[in-house]
């Protein structure tokens, strides 16, 4: 099994993995516990993945009876995800979605899964996969230790990494959980602009706006203006992280970058298309387009406000909602017409309160 483990290794790292290791597939009791309080507590924020069945999340052999041993592999997504630096207009991608960073990892991991098939025993991949806690299993297989953001750190790499398993029954050697930590830096803690991490190494979801810009319906207010010029994700924590320094000092290439008005005039299929590897509830592109709608009204660029104005009539009252808030928030003579002339027509009382606050009523 040493040979074979040794051979898994070599194909890892022929595809520049930042970590691999092996650990057993028992279950996660720690973890089920921290996804079970996090539930009870609300703080999940309607958030479902590993949380939706903390029973199945964390017991790999719940889903995979024969299950004996994880291979786990991370791989760094820089510096070649660069850094964003918007121009006007344009909206931020944060860096682990500007491309799929899971693509290359897959690769690695099916070959991996490939070659223990071929020397007989079970193989299945699971990356970014509601049954298995994979920060978890990260952590039992010595390549990753959990920040006191949630983030899983490496030593080399910080935060900067995406996390796959390979769930086997093959008896391979494991390895020793890792038992590093952030000791006294908690540099993420305040570098969260809506206070999110609530304690180190608990996260409410309902007050982190990574979690709203992929979930469904009103962002609240109070977290509207917090968005800035994010369109999609937030690093926030992750760039205040000391270990990741080194590598997002070597992201100098301007990536992340999205017009929003181009965003806003794109169509349904070609949204899907181009953003194929976001978490968009339902598949659903008006996410997106709500998500530009707060950017914008954040920028507030009037070059922006026909386009904006476009919204006030769209089906999705949702949108129309927050095209009003935007245009409450634009310094131009064209915006109260179009909001008076919206008010006549809506019937939605959430939109008609939106529309009444955006013209000082």
Known sequence: MNALRTELSEIAHAHDVAGFGVCAADPFDEARVALERSVEDGMNGGLRFTFHDPDTSTDPQASFPWAERLVVVSRAYLPQAGSPVPTPGEGIVARFAVEDPYEPLEV?????????????????????????VDRAAARRAGIAWQGKSTMMLDPKHGP????????????????????????TCDACIPACPTGAIV???????????????????????????????????????LDACPPGLQLLGSATKSRGGVDLVELLGT??????????????????????????????????DSASVGVISGYLGYPNSVLRAHAA?????????????????????????????????????
């Open 267 to 300: 169509a349904d299929h070609d949204l899907r298309a181009r953003f194929v590897h976001f978490y968009l509830p339902k598949h659903d592109p008006d996410v997106l387009r709500r998500n530009a709608l707060v950017v914008l009204g954040n920028r507030g």
């Open 325 to 361: 808030w935007a245009l409450g928030r634009m310094d131009s003579d064209l915006a109260a017409p179009a909001l008076s002339m919206a008010k006549e027509g809506e019937t939605d009382a959430t939109v008609l309160e939106e529309i009444e606050m955006a013209l000082g009523g």
């Open 108 to 132: 690695a991991l099916a070959e991996i899964a490939s070659r223990l098939m071929e020397a007989g025993y079970q193989a299945e991949v699971l990356v970014d996969d509601n049954r298995l």
């Open 199 to 237: 304690e180190p190494g608990v996260l409410d979801a309902r007050l982190c706006l990574a979690a709203w810009a992929q979930t469904a319906g009103m962002i609240p207010h109070e977290y509207r203006e917090a968005m800035g010029s994010r369109l999609y994700g937030c690093d926030d924590c």
């Open 160 to 183: 900067w990494i995406v996390l796959g398993s390979v769930i086997t029954d093959a008896l391979l050697p494991v390895d020793e959980p890792m038992v590093r930590g952030c000791g």
